[in-house]
């Protein structure tokens, strides 16, 4: 192409010479050691331009000649890699038509034309791990990991792959160490991060998750308050664990550094609280209970507060009574001043709170207690008439659960 259009070139400015010289041809002489030539103007640049195309047409075929064998490789491997792209669109087809075997064949054929073959090895795991062949999947994720050797740039997208898809086949031990490579390589993966807090959380390595939570904390791809969720849960269940151990030192490192924004958190105060009382600071238990209650009024912290063995009950009472003044109409908390009493042999006073929670929001669990104290107060029909209104309330309860469970039905 490029001779054609150089032959061109020169055929037009031979024209145009030719016509501008017609009346006068001009004339050259060349004398050099006793060799004369003569000739005409146009003649002289006719023929430079001859020999100038001649000279680019040797050039260019030697080029064609001494570049055939790379030429030749290039093109043999532009033909392999359309072949395979070929194959991964036809596979990807079949993949999402559920003709899972059909595209696990085309991707493990074509991978090796391909000049990206870990991608079609991830991609054959995934069909792999569709048909429930856990040890094909592994083999492919071997060969996208050989892959990866030449390719490093490339590790992410096997070790998120293989993370995803143990995870989902519950393999959480090798979910999590693929996790982790990700993390050490692009500490701020948004997705590695996330997957990371649920196998840990999965797998009830809430230690581990407490040292990835300022890393969510800082990603901007977490909300506010799901970084919220995450550390109340996970500070909650490490509180409830230092309880079942009764490990006193760990209880106290806990409380030291729990995060400001934790310190009234509901749940989290409830599972500190009973780690306390687990490991007998039943004194500080309760003043980290009535300072919180001071705060933030939440009926789980009551509970809490409620169900602390005291030596002293007439201080837990004359408390839930102050608390009482202020919130009148907490149906609730008279029930936890009757559970109090009750437990304590103060018959009149928990009759009288139970009585005050029946009237203001009666509840099964109101109407147990009721029948208890009424059998202890020797009213045994009365105590009959409390259980029957509890149990009647209960199974209305659990209906109500069950009508709410059951999916909508279409209408036909």
């Not at 041809?25 to 005409?40: D, F, K, T």
């Not at 991707?107 to 991608?119: E, F, K, P």
């Amino acid at each position: 192409m490029k001779f054609a259009l150089w032959s061109l070139v020169a055929l037009v400015a031979t024209l145009v010479v030719t016509l501008l010289l017609r009346q006068d041809n001009g004339y050259l002489l060349i004398q050099v050691a006793g060799w004369r030539w003569e000739s005409s103007l146009v003649m002289m640049v006719t023929l430079l331009l001859a020999a100038e195309l001649i000279l680019l047409l040797v050039v260019t075929i030697l080029y064609r000649i001494l570049t055939l064998p790379w030429r030749t490789v290039r093109w043999w491997r532009q033909r392999r890699q359309r072949k395979a792209d070929e194959s991964l669109e036809r596979s990807l087809e079949e993949l999402n038509a559920g003709h899972w075997h059909s595209a696990e064949k085309l991707l493990n054929r074509y991978a090796h034309l391909s000049s990206n073959a870990g991608l079609y090895w991830l991609t054959a795991a995934r069909v792999a791990q569709l048909q429930g062949s856990h040890l094909r999947r592994d083999r492919y994720l071997l060969e996208a990991k050989n892959h990866t050797r030449e390719h490093p740039d490339k590790k992410i997208c096997v070790w998120m792959t293989e993370a995803e898809l143990c995870s989902s086949h519950h393999q959480l031990d090798r979910a999590i160490v693929c996790l982790e490579q990700v993390l050490k390589v692009e500490p701020n993966h948004s997705h590695a991060l996330d997957m990371l807090s649920r196998a840990y959380r999965e797998s009830g390595r809430w230690h581990a998750l407490k040292t990835l939570l300022p890393a969510i904390e800082r990603n901007a791809a977490f909300s506010h308050n799901h970084a919220i969720d995450l550390s109340v849960q996970t500070y909650a269940q490490l509180f409830a664990g230092t309880a079942e151990h009764a490990d006193k030192d760990m209880v106290f490192e806990l409380w030291r550094r729990l995060p400001r924004t934790l310190r009234y958190e509901p749940l989290v105060l409830a599972a500190g609280v009973e780690a306390l009382s687990g490991i007998g600071e039943t004194d500080k238990a309760v003043d980290t209970l009535e300072d919180a209650l001071g705060h933030c009024w939440d009926a789980a912290l009551i509970r809490v507060y409620a169900n602390l063995s005291l030596t002293d009950s007439s201080h837990q009472l004359r408390q839930l009574e102050r608390w009482a003044v202020n919130h009148p109409d907490d149906a609730f908390l008279f029930m936890m001043m009757a559970q109090v009493a009750f437990r304590h042999g103060e018959w009149a006073i928990a009759r009288t709170h139970i009585e005050k929670a029946l009237s203001l929001q009666p509840s099964a669990h109101a109407y147990a207690l009721y029948g208890e104290l009424l059998q202890r107060l020797d009213q045994p029909e009365q105590a009959q008439s409390a259980f029957r209104h509890a149990l009647s309330m209960f199974l209305a309860d659990e209906s109500r659960k069950k009508l709410v469970e059951v999916p909508a039905l279409s209408l036909i």
